[in-house]
């Protein structure tokens, strides 16, 4: 089966700006969560939807938003770009988000903020 | 907030030799996981350790969790040019929250 789309694989966007990026989960799969990879700070947890609920959310401004469409689907947002959030954002899913669920992730979208 | 250390960040090693891969916490996790990641691609599990002292293998990977499932192990044995590549141990804290250590590039020359 095919496995997490993410799109657009790679983007540039000028300070200010805001960014938009879709992630489609594994068929039946319910519960997509949202990554930022960056060299200096590694992978770092977003926020979590299940349901169309964000259930879970990391430690980063507001101007970090996500929802989830009743097909699974989700997107995050970034508004008002900053240089610090060049990095590749990473969507993962899994079938309900529970401890043990295996995780899957796509290939990521790279973020170039100029 | 719980983290993990991860070490070393980075390893150059020769075909054919041994290594081993460090994961600490000072948390316990529920299930730890190891990652591995080439560039321009997201990370792919390789695989999860649910019980204190469990060793899994995968072919030339031999996997541990600690006693106390704080710490994880990744050993490699007769490394090719093909494991090069970045190597991510993840804890997990449920609702698909994984705390990632900071990982370790591994790069296998020829």
């Known amino acids: 089966k095919a496995g997490v789309t993410q799109t657009p694989r790679y983007l540039i966007k000028t300070r200010g700006q805001q960014v938009t990026l879709s992630c489609s989960p594994i068929?039946?799969?319910?519960?997509v969560s949202w990554y930022q990879q960056t060299p200096g700070q590694g992978l770092q947890f977003l926020f979590e939807?299940?349901?169309?609920?964000?259930?879970n959310k990391g430690n980063f401004p507001g101007r970090f938003s996500g929802r989830q469409f009743s097909n699974s689907r989700s997107e995050m947002n970034v508004s008002t770009l900053e240089l610090g959030d060049s990095a590749l954002y990473l969507c993962?899913?899994?079938?309900?988000?529970?401890?043990?669920?295996?995780?899957?992730f796509g290939e990521g979208s790279w973020l170039t903020v100029v | 907030t719980q983290l993990l250390e991860q070490s070393p960040q980075f390893l150059s090693i020769q075909e054919g030799e041994n290594l081993t891969v460090y994961c600490n916490s000072s948390s316990v996790f529920s299930s730890l996981q190891w990652y591995r990641q080439e560039p321009g691609e997201g990370p792919v599990l390789l695989v999860t350790v649910v019980t204190g002292g469990e060793v899994k293998k995968l072919k030339r990977l031999t996997f541990q969790f600690g006693d106390a499932r704080k710490d994880s192990s990744l050993h490699i044995t007769a490394a090719q040019p093909g494991d090069t590549g970045l190597y991510l141990c993840a804890g997990d804290q449920g609702a698909q929250k994984l705390v990632f250590g900071q990982g370790t590039r591994l790069t296998i020359n020829p």
């Open positions: 939807y299940f349901s169309e609920t964000q259930r």
């Open positions: 993962a899913s899994s079938a309900t988000g529970g401890l043990g669920n295996t995780i899957y």
């Open positions: 068929s039946g799969h319910r519960s």
